[in-house]
């Protein structure tokens, strides 16, 4: 069974930086797509970013371009957003998943969730 626990989440000031990561255990990396995903208050769970499974291949929200980068690496079986420039609205629980393909993920196409972390970005 595949099992994926997210760290790094907190507060942090409007404008600065975290580095979200997220283990994964149970199963080789190099067989799923891994993504991120957040949930803000009131809001439905939305698609972040994703990694396919060689990691050559990535793809983003509209609103985290340019801000938000994932990258992984399969021998640490660990995928990792880093997070920029953040606003009040990224506020929000982060969860990372595995799936098939990015190209589903980013329609919230997912097999195994992690518990999630929490970030809060103060304004």
């Known amino acids: 069974q595949v099992q994926l626990v997210e760290s790094g989440g907190g507060l942090v000031p409007a404008g600065g930086s975290l580095r979200l990561s997220c283990l994964v255990s149970?199963?080789?990396?190099?067989?799923?797509?891994l993504g991120w995903f957040r949930q803000g208050p009131g809001k439905e769970r939305e698609f972040v970013a994703g990694i396919n499974s060689r990691g050559d291949s990535t793809y983003y929200a509209d609103s985290e371009k340019g801000r938000f980068a994932i990258s992984r690496d399969n021998v640490k079986n660990t995928v990792w957003l880093q997070m920029n420039s953040l606003k009040a609205e990224d506020t929000a629980v982060y969860y990372c998943?595995?799936?098939?393909?990015?190209?589903?993920?980013?329609?919230?196409?997912?097999?195994?969730w992690g518990q999630g972390t929490r970030v809060t970005v103060s304004s």
């Open positions: 998943a595995t799936g098939r393909f990015i190209e589903t993920m980013r329609y919230g196409i997912a097999d195994d």
């Open positions: 149970g199963s080789s990396l190099t067989n799923y797509a």
